[in-house]
């Protein structure tokens, strides 16, 4: 009797909430800890970055104006998607970076419980960092936090999943939607990631999941106008400076490092807008 | 008054009402501030701050160059080593309390060579820029031994030493908005104002000194945007600045990849939106207080006016006859409510974009008031007909220039409103509420003012979205800018 052949798995891009090849039809070969063949992913272009970004502004309206609560019920979903997943996510994980089969699983673990987290913020977020201001005069005054639109992310380069998560999953959180780059050398947990959201209900295009070159999709998603922010996590010094630098023209926030252990608001008070107004109060 | 003809109005006249410039007790040089001391440039160069309302000459201030904002920087640095990260929260706070009281003690004084300086009337320099830039000090005051509680965790900690950049339109202000959370954060400062107005922060100054502020802990280096460029490039924790956004675009890239922290105050370009159901006499005030308020020198000024179409009519008609009573002039009068421009650069901008404006095709109405001979002004200008591809309608002015739209629906409202680059302010009147929670939750940007415009308050936070910048100045959320969070 024969053995089974398998069927293997085509890697590709995560735009608008379907799954394209890049539109330059490139593909790259990923390779495990060991140099041992894993899979071709789909190479991503500036076009491809470009059509990202379109979908992302459009569906981050959509996501934000979900009920807090709702957008909550989307990620804990996301983190249950994951859940059913985890062994595969720690197969992918443990070769990208060389991983004990329980080491792999115990950042699996961590992962998903950081999606939790996060979930639980999306109807906390404005209260914590919100408020009624004092003012003088008949005024009631209010701050609340908005999103800042479109977030693109450079998801770390070593950690595969586990900074990634945390790095997408705190803008989605407060109402953005995110355009992220994957680790370019490890980038199959983050195509896995992108599959689950595609069943968890999120908004088609609220995440978006691009493989490829960093050096050359970098540039084009912080030089564009249309991203607000920005999550420089994965990139080294020399190219986040350059990065910076092009964010700059358009006044991009920027975001350097934030340790995905740290329990602070600081990545979920990165990409939000205080919004202040002010009223009349009279008879 | 409504009813009368406006010919009626205009010929009544008022006796001029001028405070004594003497008041302002100026000097004719004022020095750096570094270290505690009043010093001269290291190079011993100097730049004259004119009255643009006379264009005579107030005093010869000290211009910082390289050596010198090296050697502020150094200062704050030593202050924050040796002294300021050891004082405690209640002993920073008392300094601030200190400072509050000593500006409302000299506001008299602060405020007349405020107008000298600026040119802005000397009642909004009395009645806002000065007690507000005390209220920032006691406002922010109160946080510094209460930092734990802010919400930013346990024991949150200063950054460091901070370089500030602030504007010519609010000079004492704006200086208080960047030094009293600063402080109270426990950060050290260098500031660094406007060129043209640099006397009212080294008048603040001395109350630093009177208010025994251990020296080093602020610092003051006046001059030109070279000055501001070497703060910008000395070995600052924090740059926060106010001004332009090609300015701020100019600092972010010049901070990228320095790990240094920034927040950026910039341009706008605010809508004020009318909504039919709105009182008119009411609307009437608040567009005026939205542009004309500061020689429309404000980065949230409504210099957008978005009008219902079914009321434009009538909003315009009144709006020109409340524009006509407005009283140009001597900004030392206290019947002025409107004065001069900061400057010949400034007023040369305004002319340039308002002839833009009739070249693109709006129409021009200009306050017939009567302009003094000497000095720089500008008499309150509506443009309507405006489209939004003019450069009136997307270009900040900076000037009392307003330019009118029209719109139908609440949600042309909103398109018309987003449709700029910026995102500061906006304004919206109506009487139903629930509209206008509507408009202000779709409205991209950092502060609405729903039936008023142009309030400020110690305990709001102000700052823009997008291209107006990043950051909070104000409120709970201002720390924010200073902590190490």
């Known amino acids: 009797m024969s053995e089974r052949l398998d069927v293997r798995k085509t890697y590709k891009l995560l735009v608008g909430g379907a799954f394209p090849r890049s539109e330059s039809g490139r593909s790259y070969e990923i390779v495990d800890a060991k140099g041992r063949f894993l899979a071709n992913v789909a190479q991503a272009s500036r076009k491809d970055v470009r059509d990202a970004v379109v979908a992302a502004r459009s569906a981050q309206r959509a996501w934000w104006s979900l009920a807090p609560s709702n957008r909550g019920q989307v990620l804990y979903r996301l983190a249950e998607m994951a859940e059913a997943r985890a062994g595969e996510l720690a197969e992918q994980v443990g070769r990208a970076e060389g991983l004990r089969a329980g080491e792999a699983r115990a950042s699996v673990g961590r992962s998903i419980d950081r999606l939790v987290w996060y979930a639980g913020w999306c109807d906390k977020v404005a209260q914590v960092l919100g408020s009624q201001n004092p003012v003088a005069g008949p005024y009631f005054n209010f701050s609340v936090p908005v999103p800042s639109g479109v977030v693109g992310v450079l998801a770390d380069q070593a950690s595969s999943l586990e900074a990634l998560v945390d790095a997408v999953a705190a803008p989605l959180a407060t109402g953005n939607a995110v355009v992220a780059l994957a680790s370019e050398t490890r980038p199959i947990p983050a195509v896995l990631l992108g599959e689950m959201s595609a069943t968890s209900d999120l908004v088609p295009g609220a995440l978006n999941v691009l493989t490829g070159r960093t050096g050359e999709l970098a540039p084009v998603l912080a030089s564009h106008e249309d991203v607000d922010g920005l999550d420089l996590g994965g990139a080294e010094d020399d190219l986040a400076g350059e990065l910076a630098a092009l964010a700059a023209e358009t006044v991009t926030r920027v975001l350097r490092g934030a340790d995905p252990r740290d329990r602070s608001l600081k990545r979920l008070r990165a990409f939000v807008e205080t919004s202040t107004v002010w009223h009349t109060i009279g008879q | ?485």
């Not at chain 2, 939750?441 to 502060?447: H, P, Q, T």
């Open chain 2, 1 to 485: 008054m409504d009813d009368r003809p406006a010919s009626t109005v205009s010929a009544l006249e008022y006796d001029p009402a001028p405070e004594s410039a003497a008041v302002a007790r100026l000097r004719e040089s004022y020095g750096l501030f570094v270290g505690g001391a009043f010093v001269e440039a290291a190079d011993g160069a100097t730049f004259e701050t004119l009255n643009p309302a006379t264009e005579e000459p107030l005093a010869r201030v000290a211009q910082a160059g390289e050596a010198d904002v090296v050697a502020a920087v150094a200062a704050a640095r030593r202050a924050y080593d040796k002294v300021w990260r050891k004082t405690t929260g209640p002993q920073r706070s008392k300094y601030l309390f200190r400072i509050a009281r000593l500006i409302q003690e000299r506001s008299r004084e602060l405020a007349v060579l405020e107008s000298l300086d600026n040119g802005k009337p000397i009642r909004e320099s009395r009645d806002l820029d000065v007690p507000l830039a005390a209220a920032h000090f006691f406002y922010y005051a109160g946080w510094a031994d209460k930092l734990d509680h802010a919400g930013f965790g346990p024991d949150p900690r200063p950054l460091g030493v901070a370089g500030q950049i602030i504007p010519w339109n609010f000079p004492l202000l704006m200086a208080a908005w960047k030094l009293a959370p600063a402080l109270a954060a426990g950060n050290t400062c260098v500031l660094k104002p406007a060129e043209t107005t640099p006397l009212s922060v080294l008048v603040l100054a001395e109350i630093l000194q009177q208010a025994e502020l251990p020296d080093g802990v602020v610092n003051v280096v006046t001059g030109d945007g070279s000055a501001g460029a070497a703060l910008v490039a000395s070995p600052v924790d924090k740059v926060a600045f106010t001004g332009s956004t090609e300015v701020g675009k100019v600092i972010q890239r010049r901070l990228a990849g320095r790990g240094t922290r920034l927040t950026l105050e910039l341009g706008g370009k605010g809508a004020n939106i009318v909504f039919d159901d709105a009182p008119i006499d009411e609307v009437v005030e608040g567009i005026v207080d939205g542009i004309f308020f500061n020689q429309g020198h404000v980065c949230c000024a409504g210099s957008r006016l978005l009008v219902q179409e079914s009321v434009a009519e009538e909003v315009l008609h009144r709006l020109r006859r409340r524009v006509d009573q407005l009283r140009v002039g001597d900004p030392l009068d206290k019947n002025t409510d409107v004065g001069a421009i900061n400057s010949a650069a400034q007023l040369e901008k305004i002319r340039e974009l308002t002839d833009w404006g009739e070249r693109e095709g709006a129409t021009r109405y200009t306050s017939p008031c009567a302009l003094p001979e000497r000095g720089y002004w500008f008499a309150p200008t509506v443009f309507t007909e405006v489209a939004q591809t003019h450069r009136i309608a997307r270009e900040e002015v900076f000037g009392p220039v307003l330019s009118v739209l029209t719109f139908r629906t609440p949600e042309e409202a909103v398109a018309k409103a987003n449709n700029t680059t910026y995102g500061l302010a906006c304004g919206v009147w109506s009487e139903k509420g629930s509209r206008t929670l509507w408009v202000a939750e779709r409205l991209r940007a950092g502060v609405v003012w729903a039936n008023t415009y142009n309030r400020f308050d110690p305990a709001s936070p102000f700052g823009g979205v997008r291209e107006s910048g990043f950051g909070r100045e104000g409120g709970r959320h201002g720390l924010e800018a200073y902590l190490d969070v």
